[in-house]
T-cell receptor, first 113, second 119 residues
Framework: DAGVIQSPRHEVTEMGQEVTLRCKPI?????LFWYRQTMMRGLELLIY????????DSGMPEDRFSAKMPNASFSTLKIQPSEPRDSAVYFC???????????FGNGTRLTVT | AQKVTQAQTEISVVEKEDVTLDCVYE???????LFWYKQPPSGELVFLIR??????QNEISGRYSWNFQKSTSSFNFTITASQVVDSAVYFC????????????????FGKGTSLLVTP
């Protein structure tokens, strides 16, 4: 079991550029979550999927953010255009069934200059 | 709306001391789940424990123990005989049964308690 795999580990980009974060959940897990961690706001849920279908995207900050899950083994979080305030660590997590523990990836540290 | 409060922002102890991390939660639901996660300096989030709202038994795992009290809406975490490797940020989290809300299965995290254990 390789765990949840996120790429890239670090991303540095300039304001206005498009950023795409990638996640591969644990095989067999039906739920996938995207969280953002900042010093000011802590860990915030952005969106989560069940069986590839978005269930709750109320945490997505604004239209610049979008997330997709085209199949059970891949998800992306895209920011277009990026802004300095998007700088944060973005975590992807997956779980087997509802309310079971979330298994987190190592995160992507995004810096927007 | 559900809410998790970890009032202790930072705690510093000397190795071998016992330390308790507090967690208070708010929810209107009768069915919910409580979690603790550890985030060491390397940054990953490590699952420690899950408790459901119908099981108030305390749990012990090695030097770790958890005290769940519904009467005070608390789920406190104690580390006995702390070690330097325990230095990390610890998060308490709450999730509700999905039938109660769209975000039911997602974890709502507290702000975390940063624990520093010095030799």
């Amino acid at each position: 079991d390789a765990g949840v795999i996120q790429s890239p580990r670090h991303e540095v980009t300039e304001m206005g550029q498009e950023v795409t974060l990638r996640c591969k959940p644990i095989s067999g897990h039906d739920y996938l979550f995207w969280y953002r961690q900042t010093m000011m706001r802590g860990l915030e849920l952005l969106i989560y999927f069940n069986n590839n279908v978005p269930i709750d995207d109320s945490g997505m900050p604004e239209d610049r953010f979008s997330a997709k899950m085209p199949n059970a083994s891949f998800s992306t979080l895209k920011i277009q255009p990026s802004e300095p305030r998007d700088s944060a660590v973005y975590f992807c997590a997956s779980s087997f069934v509802g309310n079971s523990p979330l298994h987190f990836g190592n995160g992507t540290r995004l810096t927007v200059t | 709306a559900q809410k998790v409060t970890q009032a202790q922002t930072e705690i510093s102890v000397v190795e071998k001391e016992d330390v308790t991390l507090d967690c208070v939660y708010e929810t209107r639901d009768t069915t919910y789940y409580l979690f603790w996660y550890k985030q060491p300096p390397s940054g990953e989030l490590v699952f420690l424990i899950r408790r459901n709202s119908f099981d108030e038994q305390n749990e012990i795992s090695g030097r770790y123990s958890w005290n769940f009290q519904k009467s005070t809406s608390s789920f406190n975490f104690t580390i006995t005989a702390s070690q330097v490797v325990d230095s990390a940020v610890y998060f308490c989290a709450l999730s509700e049964a999905a039938s109660n809300s769209n975000s039911g299965y997602a974890l709502n995290f507290g702000k975390g308690t940063s624990l520093l254990v010095t030799p």
